[in-house]
C-alpha cells in the first residue's frame, strides 16, 4: 500500500503492515461519509515535513485538517483528504483519511455560506433606482439566478409589507387601477414615511424592497466554489424546483446602491443548505472525486432501482440477521412561522375537529360551519410535521430550515390599504422578523429622522435575527409572481408542506417510511471482496446477497496489510406482511363533495316581551342584529340525505327600529337540511372566511 501527499509529489513512509480500517456509510442513514479509523504513521523526517511538523510544540501553524493525498493499493486507488489528530515526537503521527463522500463533507462542514460569496455583488447595479429597476424586472419569474414576490415581515412589533406593488400615480399615490393615469410600481420606489420605536422617520427609495436568490443558483455557486460541478437533476432543472428561492429577511439589501450576494443567502453554514435538500426531498449529494461532478440521487428512485452487484460470492460465512423493531417517519422543519393554531401532526387536528378537511387549493385544514350564514373557518396552515401517531416508535427527521405561513393580507393591525395590488383571496409568505444590514434605525438612516432629529443611538438598536432556510415556490399569475409553500393554482402537482396529497411525505418519504415500518431487519456480513469492488462499490446502491435485495448501512473494508473478511452492515429492503401502511393523504380529512347541509330560515315577528324572556337587552340602538354562534357538525350521510327533514333547530332575536320610532321584535329560526353538494342555494349569501376556531 502506498500513501502519496498529493501536493509534493511524494509517499508518507509507512510501518510495514500498515493497514488501514475504512467504513463508507449510506449517508441516507447516517450523518458522516467515508473515512478510514485513525491511523498512526511513523515519526520520520519526511512525514514531518509533509504533514507540516505537527509534532513540533513551538509550530505556529494549525495542524491540518485538509491535507490532498490518494491510497494506492494494487487496482485500488482512491482520492481522500487527510486530517491530523494527534502527534508524538520520535513515536507517531495519528491520522485519518477521508474519502468520496468523506472528503468531501469535510471540505464543506467549516465553511459559512456568506464566505463563499464575500463582498460580491450583482453586476450592473451602482444606484438605488438601478437596484430598484433591476428588482421590477424580476417580476415575470424568468430570470435564471433571483426572483422577487411579496412577502410581510415584523419589524419594531409591526408587520411590514416587502416588495409591494401598488398602481400609483407619477407623485407615488396610490390610485385606482381604472383611472389610466398611473402604472404599476413598488410602493416603496417613492420615498414614504413610517413609524419606527414610536417616532415617524423618512423611508428613501429602496426600503422593503429586495430579490430573492433561486435555490438551484444557490447550489451550483456552493458545489463551484468547492471545485465540484453539480449534474442536472429534476430539482435544479424542472418546475418548480428549477423557479425555487430561499427568501431572505433584508429589508434593505439596496438602499446602498448595491445588492450584496452575501445579504440574500441565510446565515448557515454551506453544508446546511445541503442538510435543507438532503432532508427535505430525502435525497443524497453523491460526489465524484475525480470527475470533481456532484450528482443528486432521490431515495425513491434508489429503492425501485434492480441491485448492481451480487455479493453473494464474496461471503466468507453465513449471514446473521437481527430484528431491532419498526418504526415509522417523523418529518418536520427546526422552526415553523405561524399565525394560528399549531398542531405537531394533522391526526391530532383530525381528532379535536372531526369535522375538518383538507383545502387543495391552499393545502389548509378548514371545517365548514353554519349560523346565518355558511362559514368557511380555517383551522390551520398547511405547515404541520407529518407524524401519522400510533405506536410505532418514531424515527424523526427534522430539516434544518424555517418554513413560513401564507399571510392573507387581511392580517390583524396590518390596514387594507396595505394589500399593494394584491386581490381578495391572493397570498403572501409572513417569514417572522425582518433584519437590516446595511442601516441604523430598524432601516432608517439617523440622519433621516423628519421627527425627534436628537434621537441617539442608545434607543434605537435594530433587532437583526438571523436568516433561517426559508424554501418557496414561485408562481407566476396575472403579471406578477407570488411565493408559495404549495402549488396554488394545480400546474405542478408538488408541495412544500409535509401533509397533503401532494406534500413531502407522498411525493418524496412514502417509500422510505413504507421500509421503516416493514422492513430494514439489520444484516452482518463477513466480506471479502477483491481491491476492484472495494473501489468502485457504491454503497447507497442496492446489492444482492444470496437472492435478497439489500442497502448498506455502512460498507466497512480494509486496505493494506494482509486481506482478511471484514464485518459490513447491510438491511433488508423487502416488505414483510403483514404490511403496515400510513394512511394515504388523499384519504385523510378528505372533504364530503356528494352531500351538505343547506340552511334553512324563517322570519317570524314577535312582541317584546318575547324577546326579553329570550334573555336578550334592548338598547337605544335603532338596529339590534344579535348573532347566533355557529355549527360546525358533521357532513349527512346517505341515509340522512335520502330521509329528508331538517335538523339542529335552532332560534335567535332581533329588532329594528321602525320609522315611528317603535321597535319591532322578530325571531330568527334556523335548521339545516340534507342537500346535494352540488345543489345551488339562491337564497344563500356569500360564505364567511374566518381563522379562529370558535
Keep these: 500500500m502506498k500513501i502519496v501527499n498529493t501536493k509534493a509529489g511524494q509517499a508518507y513512509h509507512l510501518t510495514p503492515g500498515t493497514q488501514l480500517e475504512i467504513e463508507r456509510p449510506n449517508l441516507f442513514f447516517n450523518e458522516w461519509g467515508e473515512q478510514s479509523l485513525p491511523t498512526d504513521l511513523p515519526d520520520t523526517d519526511l512525514n514531518r515535513q509533509l504533514t507540516n511538523y505537527p509534532d513540533c510544540m513551538a509550530n505556529k501553524n494549525k495542524p491540518s485538517a485538509n491535507i490532498d493525498c490518494s491510497i494506492q493499493d494494487g487496482d485500488y486507488f482512491m482520492p481522500c483528504r487527510q486530517a491530523i489528530l494527534s502527534a508524538k515526537r520520535y513515536e507517531k503521527i495519528s491520522t485519518s483519511f477521508y474519502m468520496n463522500e468523506g ?24 444606484t438605488v433606482q438601478q437596484g430598484i429597476d433591476f428588482c421590477w424586472s424580476l417580476r415575470d419569474n ?88 453539480l449534474l442536472d437533476h429534476f430539482l435544479t432543472t424542472s418546475e418548480p424546483f428549477s423557479k425555487m428561492v430561499f427568501i431572505n429577511n433584508t429589508i434593505d439589501s439596496l438602499v446602498n446602491g448595491t445588492i450584496r450576494l452575501s445579504h440574500l443567502v441565510p446565515d448557515c453554514m454551506a453544508n446546511t443548505i445541503l442538510d435543507v435538500y438532503r432532508k427535505k426531498f430525502c435525497c443524497e449529494f453523491i460526489p465524484d472525486e475525480v470527475a470533481r461532478t456532484v450528482r443528486i440521487e432521490l431515495f425513491n428512485d434508489i429503492i425501485d432501482s434492480k441491485p448492481t452487484v451480487d455479493l453473494t460470492p464474496y461471503l466468507a460465512s453465513q449471514p446473521e440477521e437481527s430484528f431491532p423493531g419498526y418504526q415509522q417517519l417523523k418529518l418536520s422543519s427546526e422552526t415553523v412561522i405561524t399565525e394560528g393554531n399549531t398542531y405537531d401532526a394533522t391526526y391530532e387536528l383530525e381528532a379535536k375537529y372531526p369535522e375538518a378537511w383538507y383545502k387543495e387549493a391552499d393545502g389548509s385544514y378548514c371545517r365548514t360551519g353554519y349560523a346565518d350564514s355558511t362559514i368557511e373557518e380555517r383551522l390551520s396552515d398547511g405547515n404541520i410535521p407529518y407524524y401519522a401517531g400510533g405506536p410505532l416508535k418514531a424515527y424523526e427527521v427534522k430539516v434544518p430550515d424555517c418554513v413560513f405561513c401564507l399571510s392573507y393580507l387581511a392580517f390583524p393591525g396590518l390596514p387594507t390599504t396595505n394589500r399593494g ?44 435575527p438571523d436568516q433561517k432556510p426559508i424554501l418557496a415556490f414561485v408562481q407566476y399569475s396575472s403579471n406578477y409572481a407570488i411565493g408559495t409553500n404549495h402549488d396554488l393554482l394545480g400546474k405542478w402537482g408538488y408541495s412544500l408542506l409535509y401533509n397533503g396529497p401532494i406534500g413531502i411525505f407522498e411525493k418524496f418519504y412514502r417509500k422510505f417510511d413504507n421500509m421503516l415500518r416493514n422492513s430494514m431487519h439489520k444484516v452482518s456480513a463477513d466480506l471479502l471482496l477483491p481491491n476492484s469492488l472495494k473501489n468502485s462499490l457504491q454503497v447507497h446502491h442496492k446489492v444482492s446477497l444470496q437472492g435478497v435485495e439489500l442497502l448498506f448501512n455502512i460498507f466497512k473494508y480494509t486496505i493494506g496489510g494482509k486481506s482478511e473478511p471484514v464485518t459490513s452492515e447491510l438491511m433488508t429492503t423487502s416488505l414483510y406482511e403483514p404490511l403496515s401502511l400510513a394512511k394515504a393523504e388523499s384519504e385523510r380529512m378528505v372533504r364530503n363533495t356528494e352531500y351538505k347541509w343547506m340552511i334553512v330560515s324563517s ?33 349527512p350521510t346517505k341515509a340522512i340525505y335520502d330521509a329528508g327533514g331538517t335538523y339542529y333547530h335552532r332560534s335567535y332575536y332581533i329588532y329594528y327600529t321602525s320609522r315611528t320610532g317603535g321597535k319591532v321584535y322578530y325571531r330568527i329560526d334556523l335548521s339545516l337540511r340534507p342537500a346535494l353538494f352540488s345543489e345551488k342555494d339562491p337564497n344563500e349569501r356569500p360564505s364567511r372566511p374566518t381563522t379562529t376556531p370558535t
Excluded: W
Design 103 to 126: 472528503s468531501f463533507l469535510a471540505r464543506i462542514s467549516d465553511v459559512a455560506l456568506t464566505d463563499i460569496f464575500g463582498d460580491e455583488v450583482i453586476p450592473g447595479i451602482t
Design 603 to 635: 322570519t317570524t315577528e314577535v312582541s317584546e316581551d318575547e324577546y326579553v324572556a329570550a334573555g336578550y337587552t334592548i338598547s337605544e340602538d335603532k338596529r339590534n342584529q344579535n348573532t347566533i354562534p355557529a355549527i360546525y357538525p358533521l357532513p
Design 142 to 229: 424568468s430570470h435564471p439566478d433571483y426572483a422577487i414576490f411579496p412577502i410581510t415581515v415584523n419589524l419594531d412589533g409591526d408587520r411590514r409589507y416587502v416588495n409591494r406593488i401598488n398602481y400609483m400615480n407619477a407623485e407615488g399615490t396610490c390610485i385606482a387601477s381604472n383611472a389610466g393615469q398611473g402604472s404599476y410600481r413598488f410602493y416603496n420606489s417613492f420615498e414614504r414615511k413610517e413609524t419606527v420605536n414610536n417616532r415617524i422617520i423618512k423611508l428613501e427609495p429602496g426600503y422593503y424592497i429586495s430579490p430573492f436568490i433561486r435555490a438551484a443558483y444557490l447550489l451550483r455557486r456552493i458545489f463551484t466554489y468547492f471545485g465540484y460541478t
Design 421 to 464: 395590488n394584491m386581490k381578495r383571496g391572493e397570498t403572501a409568505p409572513y417569514i417572522g422578523d425582518g433584519r437590516t444590514l446595511n442601516s441604523t434605525i430598524d432601516g432608517v438612516p439617523v440622519e433621516s429622522s423628519v421627527e425627534d432629529a436628537t434621537a441617539s443611538d442608545d434607543d434605537v438598536v435594530a433587532n437583526n
